[in-house]
């Protein structure tokens, strides 16, 4: 039996057996649909990144690694870990199913009543918090870098806090902007909100080459950078919203039922949904403790960990979370787990080789895109350690990004809660251990190995929920994979000069090795995938007893 939902452009059956043979019928185009807006999501990340390393290259030439990045990474970090946290962690996760939900089952007149009161309560919690942000930086700056507040750093400090009260209103924007993009993506335009994040970079580039040399202290032209790109970003969504006929008229609306939803949703995924970002705030305030250079250090290995989590884990994210959520709200139970079980395979053929390559060519990369005379030979030493620790965890990172939708789709956040805070007390508990010995790297290490307790933590439970069931031909997959990277893995270490020999060399002569090495690893990987019998439609949406 079929039944035409209002928004919905094709008809969608009204069981979950229908759903299932009617997901089966068709595996080809959901694969291909899916496949279309991973690559288009993928793309714009791809583009956006590219963008941040020319950020971050431009930074590292024009401040290096010192006293005043490291206040400006931290006046940058505290509203960049609470966008996070709220705009695309928790408040995403919570609205888009909800509005998903009200686009199938719902009529225009009551999903634009949403979106208007949403915007309303949204914007008047996020100015209060905004406004508070601004008049507490010097307390939130201590509460962020406490070894500065003990070792008296009160030149940092005070720089620290005077560019967070230019940077904290970035929240307010952001947030707003993540509102936008959440609409857009829940009707299947990713490209605008994938697009966005490349603006952030044009400007912070921008502020560095041709504002910071009009400043007395050139460094705060960052922080102006954040608070323009924050505008630019929000602006730039709002006619594609008029496209589709979702600008909101805002309209606090505490007592809609649907906002009351999204905020019973968005109090235990405020915490559950950005682990991993807490996880690295509390290593920034660990590494205030240590040698000055530190937080750059892990700032750098960050931002390079961060390139393929970006292009593989937050892309399959933002795709799968509406997917399931319609699959869910269709009660498609089959539908939901093979959707699932596609962005699992998705990560295990792409992450694992992105990891072992971070891990392998750590030290060319920082000394490719950073070295300069005041990023120098011991900086890239150092910020090589904590990327190589940060590698380790690349593939439990991807796998919460694809995890974590499966609850939140079907509106359950209280389950990564719980699991949330055991991997956070026990990220805590190996920074203790690891600190010491490793220093700022041992906080990586200890970052990562708290992704893959989160991860298989996440998995256990979707299992036990029976919200996921593994579809055929893992143990095949699992093979080619492995054996593929293996071969990559061997070619790329020995094809490899010694840093010594990288950080000695001309710059253009650094780029043109690592362009080589990464074409050489990823031409091994996937020639071997393919000797080994891996082809296109083992990337497609399986059924029940599909595949081998």
Same mark, same amino acid.
Do not use: C, E, K
């Given at each position: 039996m079929w039944t035409r939902v209002p928004g919905v452009k094709s008809r969608v059956p009204t069981d979950s057996s229908a759903a299932w043979h009617y997901n089966r019928r068709f595996p080809e185009d959901l694969t291909l649909s899916l496949l279309k807006s991973l690559s288009t999501v993928g793309g714009y990340t791809l583009v956006s990144r590219v963008l941040g390393?020319?950020?971050?290259?431009?930074l590292a030439q024009v401040f290096g690694a010192s006293a005043e990045?490291?206040?400006?990474?931290?006046?940058f970090k505290i509203p960049n870990f609470l966008r996070r946290l709220f705009a695309e962690g928790a408040f995403a996760t919570a609205f888009v199913p909800v509005l998903t939900e009200y686009r199938t089952q719902r009529d225009f007149r009551e999903l634009k009543d949403f979106v208007d009161h949403i915007a309303g309560s949204l914007g008047l919690v996020l100015l209060v918090v905004s406004l508070i942000g601004v008049v507490a930086a010097p307390v939130l700056v201590s509460l962020f870098a406490l070894g500065w507040v003990m070792d008296a750093e009160t030149e940092k400090l005070a720089l620290a806090a005077e560019m967070l009260r230019l940077t904290f209103p970035y929240l307010f924007f952001i947030s707003l902007t993540a509102f936008a993009g959440g609409i857009l993506n829940a009707h299947d335009r990713f490209a605008i909100p994938a697009f966005t994040p490349v603006l952030l970079n044009l400007c912070l580039i921008s502020a560095?080459?041709?504002?910071?040399?009009?400043m007395e202290q050139g460094v705060v032209a960052l922080a102006w950078g954040v608070l323009i790109a924050g505008v630019t970003q929000f602006t730039f969504q709002i006619p594609f919203l008029a496209r589709i006929r979702l600008l909101p008229h805002p309209r606090p609306g505490f007592h809609d039922p649907g906002v009351r939803r999204v905020l019973r949703l968005m109090i235990p995924a405020l915490f559950a949904v950005s682990?991993?970002?807490?996880?690295?705030?509390?290593?920034t305030m660990l590494a205030s403790f240590l040698t000055t250079g530190s &937080?750059?250090? $892990?700032?750098?290995?960050?931002?390079l960990m961060e390139f393929p989590l970006g292009i593989l884990g937050v892309a399959l994210a933002t795709v799968i979370l509406p997917r399931l959520s319609r699959r869910q709200a269709e009660a498609a139970p089959e539908a939901f787990s093979h959707t699932l079980d596609w962005g699992l395979r998705m990560t295990f053929i792409f992450g694992i080789p992105a990891a072992l390559g971070l891990a392998l060519l750590a030290g060319p990369m920082i000394a490719t895109l950073f070295q300069s005379g005041v990023f120098d030979a011991h900086d890239v030493a150092m910020a090589e350690r904590s990327l190589m620790a940060y590698s380790l965890g690349l593939q439990a990172f991807i796998l919460i990004k694809v995890l974590?939708?499966?609850?939140?789709?079907?509106?359950?956040?209280?389950?990564?809660v719980r699991i949330g805070v055991i991997a956070m007390l026990a990220n805590m508990l190996m920074?203790?251990?690891? &600190?010491?010995? $490793?220093?700022?790297?041992g906080l990586a290490l200890a970052t990562s190995l708290s992704a893959y307790l989160n991860a298989y933590l996440l998995l256990r439970n979707l299992r036990r929920d029976k919200a996921y069931m593994p579809a055929a031909g893992w143990p095949r997959l699992a093979l080619q994979v492995g054996v593929a990277a293996l071969v990559m893995a061997a070619l790329t270490a020995w094809a490899s000069p010694s840093l010594f020999e990288w950080v000695q060399s001309a710059r253009w002569d650094r780029v043109l090795w690592l362009m080589g090495l990464i074409t050489l690893a990823a031409t091994a990987y996937f020639t071997v995938l393919l000797a080994l019998g891996l082809r296109p439609r083992d990337l497609q949406i399986r059924g029940p007893g599909e595949g081998g």
């Open positions: 390393f020319v950020r971050d290259l431009v990045t490291d206040a400006f990474f931290v006046a560095a080459l041709w504002l910071a040399p009009m682990v991993t970002q807490i996880n690295l705030m509390l290593d &937080i750059s250090w $892990l700032y750098y290995s960050d931002r974590a939708p499966g609850f939140y789709a079907r509106q359950d956040t209280r389950t990564p920074n203790l251990v690891l &600190i010491f010995p $490793l220093q700022h790297a």
